[in-house]
């Protein structure tokens, strides 16, 4: 019995390019209040004196804080019923595989954001496999994500992950 892949010919064509790019200022403002709202009071991120005395040259930039300096506004009538922009998965259909669900997510900080920092962010497919679980086959698909200030110094690294299933 022949099983047909679910990761299609145009997607698995994807591994390995970039597949989203986006550009976005840090702003102390915008990171003070989405700290405020998580209830994350690290004086790093409020506190100029703090700051300097732990080795910062001023307050720094909450580092999971940067993937929304990046992400842009789209209308409620561009998101998908999933409510999200589709940015994150960079177009991939996985007709096959409709379903989606989170697979996971981690991040490696190497440098602080500040103020006005201009960061880019580079998404690139790593990988897309085919599994077989209890519930039955999905594809696993893993992007890495860099985030560069405007000197092109790596400030932090993402791994994400996201499960693809059939119908």
């Not at 010919?9 to 790019?21: K, Y």
């Amino acid at each position: 019995m022949s099983t047909e892949s679910l990761i299609d010919a145009e997607s698995a064509a994807r591994i390995g390019t970039v597949v989203a790019t986006a550009t976005g200022e840090v702003n102390k403002r915008d990171w003070q209040r989405w700290a405020a709202a998580v209830d994350d009071r690290n004086p790093l991120w409020f506190d100029a004196d703090y700051a300097r005395a732990h080795g910062y040259r001023d307050i720094i930039c909450p580092p999971l804080f940067l993937q929304y300096a990046i992400l842009g506004v789209s209308a409620l009538g561009d998101l998908r019923p999933d409510g999200s922009s589709g940015a994150v998965t960079g177009g991939l259909a996985f007709p096959r595989a409709p379903r989606r669900m989170a697979g996971g997510e981690s991040t490696e900080f190497h440098l602080p954001a500040y103020h006005r920092d201009q960061i880019e962010m580079v998404r690139t497919v790593e990988s897309m496999v085919e599994k077989e679980g209890r519930s039955g086959r999905f594809v696993l698909v893993t992007w890495r994500t860099r985030y560069r200030n405007q000197e092109s110094q790596l400030v932090a690294e993402a791994t994400m992950s996201m499960i693809a299933r059939p119908a």
